[in-house]
């Protein structure tokens, strides 16, 4: 059932594997990296006791000084303040700290950022080790080599790109998540299928049930799939100068709707879903996908219990916060658009009136 998808970035390429129960192998993958002998394992509260301790005491059974550092969960401590700590923690190990230590981050997107950059800033640079518990993290924020934190200015707006030296994503681990943290995955699965792979978006469709109960195998595949969909956006444009933004179809109107409810009303997948209806109807107005294949989509994550009408919102609203996003240049607004399914384009003018569109779709 373990599938592993290399991630082809040159001397960084690095494996991401996928299975069931593999959260054990960690301290063999940790030990057959050169020179390991000290981890620090990096788990948020909710699941520093659970699974942070699994990585430990895997690492800790494969012959590797392991120190667990727990930092509060959520969005709210992905901070400078709470970097800092990490980094007293970090240098709190031993006196003697050296290149040989290893960081291991066990969680979710959060725990991956954060984690990833003290990777990236502990003397200049120690490998680090991704352990994603979360749908969001295993589909997204675990492939790409971004990392950092959160500025009071804005989101994600300190950070490196920083690649791991490999990831391991146990499927087990989805089954303790909450339901409103599975969706915000399923989003991004969707939006994957929908900007590269048309039969991943029938593989979807078909498994919605098992999809939702976290059935073990299916969970495998749809993860494997989508981080190859991930893996190989990415490798194509590391540093995001042209089609990795690919990846933000969906996100133009969903960041507009996530800012207008307010940070953290919505889930970010409900969010996301909501821009994919957006972005499907613009398209379908302009004529680059039939409406049989916008129809195609909306089922797909009303199945997945993903939101697909958010009635009252204003459009002018909608576009004015849609051109302060900070991808939006020099005023024009760009959206990522299918012109079928498994298929998207880049466009740069959308016009207020395209918004008012996609905004209807919503009522
Ligand atoms: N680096 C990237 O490329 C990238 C891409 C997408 C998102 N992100 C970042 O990821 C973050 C969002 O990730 P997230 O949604 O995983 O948030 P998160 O890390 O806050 O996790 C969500 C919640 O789920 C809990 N959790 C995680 N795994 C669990 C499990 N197996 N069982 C029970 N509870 C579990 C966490 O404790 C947390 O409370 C954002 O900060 C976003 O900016 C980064
Ligand atoms: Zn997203």
Known sequence: MEQTIRVELGDRSYDVRVGSGILDSVGPAAAALPTVRQAAVIADSNIASSYGKQTADSLTAAGIDATLIEFPTGEANKTVAVFSDMLDAVFAISPAIDRDLLIVACGGGVTGDISGYVAASTLRGVRWLQCPTSLLADVDASVGGKTGINHATGKNLIGAFYQPSGVLIDVETLKTLAPRELQSGLGECVKHAVIRDASLLDFIAENTTEILACQSDVMCDLVARNVAIKADVVAGDERET???????????????????????????????????????????????????????????????????????LNPDEVWEVMQRDKKARGGHVRMVLPTEIGRVEIFDNTTPQQVARGVAALG
């Open 242 to 312: 042209g089609t990795r933004a690919h990846l933000n179809y969906g996100h133009t109107v969903g960041h507009a709707i996530e800012t207008i409810a307010g940070y953290g009303t919505l889930s970010h997948g409900a969010a996301v879903s909501l821009g994919i209806i957006a972005a499907n109807a613009i398209a379908v107005d302009s004529r680059l996908i039939s409406p049989v294949d916008a129809d195609r989509v909306r089922q797909a994550l009303e199945a997945l219990k993903l939101p697909v009408t958010y009635p009252g």
